[in-house]
């Protein structure tokens, strides 16, 4: 069994209340668990309103099938024009650790 996890620090374009970040948040997350059936969350910054933490957990017997589906979600979050993606954490974790 293999754990990959991917925590993306953010910087979203023109807003300029928690409630506009909402708007901006809510659809990258769902997209990511409706597109890839990942478990996805915002979960860092959520008192500011221009930065934002949004972290994502895959589970899979594969090593290279999760490693293609992180890839895949990097680049999905990476390519929306509405937010700048400024860092990207990945986590492996297989049988051995």
């Given at each position: 069994?293999?754990?990959g996890t991917l925590s993306f620090?953010?910087?979203?374009?023109?807003?300029?209340?928690?409630?506009?970040?909402?708007?901006?948040?809510?659809?990258?997350?769902?997209?990511?668990?409706?597109?890839?059936?990942?478990?996805?969350?915002?979960?860092?910054?959520?008192?500011?309103?221009?930065?934002?933490?949004?972290?994502l957990a895959a589970v899979s017997?594969?090593?290279?099938?999760?490693?293609?589906?992180?890839?895949?979600?990097?680049?999905?979050?990476?390519?929306?024009?509405?937010?700048?993606?400024?860092?990207?954490?990945?986590?492996?974790?297989?049988?051995?650790?």
């Amino acid at each position: 069994m293999y754990v990959g996890t991917l925590s993306f620090d953010l910087l979203l374009g023109d807003v300029h209340s928690l409630k506009g970040k909402r708007s901006v948040v809510r659809p990258i997350v769902a997209e990511l668990q409706r597109k890839y059936a990942v478990s996805a969350a915002e979960v860092g910054a959520q008192d500011l309103h221009r930065r934002t933490e949004v972290g994502l957990a895959a589970v899979s017997g594969d090593a290279g099938h999760l490693s293609d589906l992180l890839d895949r979600c990097e680049r999905l979050v990476a390519d929306r024009p509405e937010v700048e993606l400024l860092a990207v954490r990945r986590r492996f974790h297989g049988d051995e650790d």
